[in-house]
């Protein structure tokens, strides 16, 4: 099909222009650098956010994302794009971040408990609409157990199922950013999908 | 008896209709598409979700273009900062940072004079020297290697009443006795 043609042409040709800016970067010219920063900095931040739910944090672990891609250039090989590189260093910062922290912060922790969605939540943005006070109570309380069966998650599980169901990214490009087979991936999606199911079952 | 068509849909079920593992979710069970009550389950499970990925699209959309100018700046600031100690091997220069020395130099204002009164000194001794060396007849480069001080009367006086008012200092100041050998104090 010529639509899904010419978005693989524009998919391969993004790739090679990207692997000579990098090439240009690693002779020298490293103001080239920013293209990259500029290209991706909202879909890492995005997706950090997703993660953490906390903008200072997935703020700061986006700069570091950036700048531990523009480190380890030398060593990016040009295979993947440099989005699926720049995303497997977030989810592993993500991790690391996650793992350092444990003890002391989680999902619900960081959205608020009892009938609050968290201090970071524009009101435009809150589920609780005005469509109706019982709807609007159900979806909060759905939508905090949601993030309350995220955290119970391991950091690779979350970000397996936020890539899925967040990003929508395919099962192929949640491998090619994790380094999971298909198997895998599949098994973290569905425990995912059972932890979600506990949390939720005495609201059926 | 309960078939597959007037049988609820089980909670796993009704999260793998949201929350589909495969890329594509499966088959709709002839149930939910009769059964009201597995159609809101599923409708209010959806919501929620979608309600959560918006308000998550919504905050990162919001965020003014200030924001993104900053992040860039900030992570364009620290690559700065790590390909500069790269530069300044080729160049050969600045092996430490000016400011860092300043600061310790300035932190402790006992350090700073007794630095000045040290600095001071060795002026004079260099000048000692050099001004001995200088003046006798002979061979121009052998200032180190004359101990003339006195061949240059009127320089020596100079530089031993500098060296004897830097004593004084030292010597009114309590603070700075430590600083004197022993046989000054």
């Keep these: 099909m010529p639509v899904e043609i010419s978005g693989e042409d524009a998919r391969l040709e993004r790739q090679e222009f990207e692997r000579s800016e990098i090439a240009k970067i690693l002779a020298g010219e490293t103001d080239r650098f920013e293209y ?33 891609a523009y480190r380890g250039l030398a060593d990016f090989k040009g295979d993947a794009a440099f989005e699926t590189w720049a995303t497997r260093i977030a989810i592993n910062a993500v991790r690391d971040l996650v793992r350092r922290k444990k003890p002391v912060v989680s999902f619900g922790d960081l959205r608020g408990d009892g009938e609050e969605d968290g ?14 006070p019982e ?47 298909e198997g895998t991936i599949k098994s973290h999606l569905f425990r995912a999908a059972r932890k979600l199911r506990e949390r939720l079952e005495d609201l059926r | 008896m309960k078939t597959e068509e007037n049988r609820h849909l089980t909670p796993d079920e009704v999260v793998e209709r949201v929350f589909p593992a495969d890329e594509k979710p499966g088959a709709v069970p002839s149930h939910l598409a009769a059964c009201a009550s597995c159609q809101a389950k599923v409708a209010r499970l959806r919501e929620a979700w979608l309600l959560d990925r918006g308000a998550v699209d919504g905050i990162v959309e919001a965020l003014p273009e200030t924001f993104w100018e ?10 700065e900062g790590v390909s500069a100690p790269e530069r300044s091997r080729t160049s050969g220069i600045r092996p430490f940072s000016a400011a860092v020395r300043t600061n310790r130099l300035f932190r402790h204002p006992l350090l700073a004079v007794s630095s000045l009164a040290a600095a001071l000194a060795l002026v004079a001794v260099v000048s000692v020297l050099r001004f ?10 052998s200032a180190m290697a004359t101990p003339a001080v006195s061949a240059a009367p009127s320089g020596d006086q100079a530089d031993e009443e500098l060296l004897l008012s830097i004593d004084r200092i030292l010597l009114e100041e309590p603070a700075y006795t430590s600083l004197l050998p022993d046989e000054t104090t």
Excluded: C, N, W
């Design chain 1, 119 to 132: 201090p970071e939540l524009p009101a435009r943005f809150d589920p609780a609409d005005g469509t109706s």
């Design chain 2, 70 to 79: 900053g992040q860039r700046a900030a992570v364009l600031r620290t690559i």
């Design chain 1, 135 to 181: 709807r609007d109570l159900m979806a909060r309380e759905i939508r905090r157990r949601i993030a309350d069966a995220l955290v119970t998650l391991s950091p690779r599980q979350r970000a397996v199922f936020v890539m899925k169901h967040y990003e929508e990214r395919s099962i192929a490009e949640i491998g090619a950013a994790t380094g999971l087979d």
């Design chain 2, 132 to 141: 001995g060396g200088t003046e006798p007849a002979g061979k121009g480069s």
């Design chain 1, 36 to 68: 990259f920063v500029r290209t991706y900095q909202k879909r890492i931040f995005r997706l950090a956010y997703t993660l953490l739910r906390d903008p200072a944090e997935a703020d700061g672990l986006t700069q570091d994302v950036f700048v531990k």
